[in-house]
């Protein structure tokens, strides 16, 4: 598979899933995805990390340095983006909390992708930065 060919599948597979959190993120309470959810009991918080922490991930492991940083910081607008929008969502509420683990997510997400850069990075042929 030629380099260009898997950048553009890493990077569709983040578009994917940006997609899938905006749509769970501003889905109605009562929605059934929203209840299956909820059966998992599992914190909002450690579910806003989680989402965040892999929307961080995945560029971070084989993008330029560059896109990181504007990717993070675009993922943490989106983040209280989709806060301000839960208001809008029935059921649904704001909370600065939830954004606070959005950041957190994203920052994790990027440490936790430094180490395995080289290795990702060697294996796909991408240049250094």
Do not use: N
């Amino acid at each position: 598979m030629a380099l260009r060919r898997k950048k553009r599948v890493a990077r569709g597979a983040w578009l994917v899933a940006i997609l899938v959190v905006v749509v769970g993120s501003l889905l109605p309470a009562a929605s059934l995805p929203m209840r299956m959810l909820d059966r998992l009991q599992i914190s909002d918080k450690i579910q806003h990390f989680g989402a965040y922490a892999v929307l961080a991930f995945l560029p971070a492991v084989h993008e330029r340095w560059k896109f990181v940083a504007v990717a993070g910081f675009g993922l943490m607008a989106l983040g209280y983006g989709l806060e301000l929008g839960q208001l809008y969502s029935p059921g649904r509420s704001y909370d600065l909390a939830d954004f606070a683990a959005d950041a957190v997510g994203v920052c994790c997400g990027v440490i936790l992708a430094i180490p395995l850069r080289g290795a990702v990075r060697s294996l796909f042929g991408i240049q250094p930065d």
